[in-house]
């Protein structure tokens, strides 16, 4: 591990040194995950606000559980700092376009002649190589191209944006963080560093990998809303209630649809023919029509403590009110942000909520080795903030 002066702290990661290259998206939520799993995470920061919808520090998770340095990057002492910043880490995460880091002369090349022990993360949307690799992209994008996208929406209607959820997060940061490990793990037993190369699309596509084998074996069908998890299910979909809200139907296994057909109760002839597509149609307008008749309070009720697989679709305020989301402690208040806990958990190591670090940039910079002359030079010179 590399030696920055830090003390031992909570967690799995404690002892490890991670420099995040500021950015918007799964950089940040993979920096967030990593120090609450208790590595020490520097953000390095260029002047100006590169957040794409400013938020108040203290409900901003991309500053959590980090120290923050603004180093102005135009400038030489700026380049070198963070060579030696890098130098003195274990981790590097990055998410700009190919050729940026490049130019900031701390790409792979230089940060590894410089730290050899180095695992130099890096996030794009398309990767490193291929005709889109320079191409400006969101989440969306990516999914477009993944071909995930194209499977999420309705029989009858356009695709739909699962949120930011699948490439950015799910494909981009979960891949950076296990990547990351990986390559840590890795490191313990040769001693030296690599370069992790997680890309949005990549990602967004592994997590469909049983799709694409569902395709080829001629299991599912190239279209939205026609499949056994995609809503084209009538015991896999979700469905208006009595008060316009919504209950998750999700009985896939013949026990649990006998459930769902006992309770509702469906008549004997769907009760007998769950996999028979050619009534799911009126299947699917029966289910409907019953659960029109009660609210989700009283459906919520009537299906509790059974194995139907039937759940109230809750708000994003009120899942954390729930009963089991209280009994986990699966949310925690920090000041006045309201967020998940951390996960997932650890028996031995535990984990903890991040909080805004007292931003000193002369202590930082002592922590990475340099003496207080030059951190002073530094700071004062306007070269960190």
Request: hydrophobic share 45%; glycine share 12%.
């Amino acid at each position: 591990m590399a030696e920055t002066g830090q003390q031992v702290g909570h967690g799995p990661l404690a002892g490890v040194t991670i420099l995040e290259m500021a950015g918007i998206g799964p950089v940040p939520l993979a920096g967030l995950i990593l120090a609450e799993m208790g590595a020490r995470v520097v953000r390095i920061g260029r002047p100006g606000n590169c957040d794409l919808i400013p938020i108040p520090a203290e409900f901003d998770l991309d500053l959590h559980g980090r120290e923050v340095l603004t180093v102005d990057m135009k400038r030489q002492e700026g380049r070198d700092l963070l060579i030696r910043l890098i130098a003195r880490s274990d981790v590097l995460l990055e998410g700009y376009r190919p050729g940026v880091m490049e130019r900031l002369g701390a790409g792979p090349d230089e940060a590894m002649a410089a730290n050899p022990r180095l695992v130099y993360g890096r996030m794009t949307g398309y990767g490193r190589d291929g005709p889109l690799a320079a191409s400006a992209g969101h989440d969306l994008t990516y999914l477009a191209y993944s071909g995930v996208l194209h499977a999420i929406g309705p029989k009858s209607g356009k695709p739909v944006p699962p949120l930011n959820l699948v490439a950015d997060y799910g494909g981009g940061s979960m891949f950076l963080v296990a990547g990351v490990l990986a390559a840590l793990f890795e490191r313990g037993r040769s001693g030296k560093g690599q370069v992790v190369d997680a890309a949005m699309v990549d990602g967004a596509s592994m997590l469909a990998s049983r799709f694409f084998a569902s395709l080829s074996a001629g299991l599912w069908r190239d279209e939205r809303g026609v499949n056994l998890l995609d809503g084209g299910a009538p015991f896999y979909d979700t469905y208006e209630t009595a008060d316009g809200r919504h209950m998750a139907v999700a009985c896939l296994e013949p026990q649990f649809f006998a459930e769902l057909a006992r309770l509702l109760p469906l008549e004997d002839r769907f009760a007998a023919a769950q996999n028979d597509r050619s009534i799911w149609d009126e299947m699917r307008m029966a289910i409907a029509a019953r659960m029109k008749e009660k609210t989700m309070a009283e459906w919520t009720a009537l299906f509790e403590g059974t194995d139907a697989c039937v759940a109230p679709v809750l708000s994003l305020a009120e899942a954390p009110r729930h009963p089991h989301a209280r009994a986990r402690g699966s949310h925690a208040s920090v000041g006045a942000l309201f967020r998940p806990a951390a996960a997932p958990r650890f028996s031995r190591t535990p984990m903890r909520v991040s909080h805004m670090h007292d931003h000193a940039a002369a202590r930082t910079l002592k922590m990475f080795g340099l003496t207080e002359q030059d951190a002073n030079s530094l700071i004062e010179g306007g070269v960190v903030t």
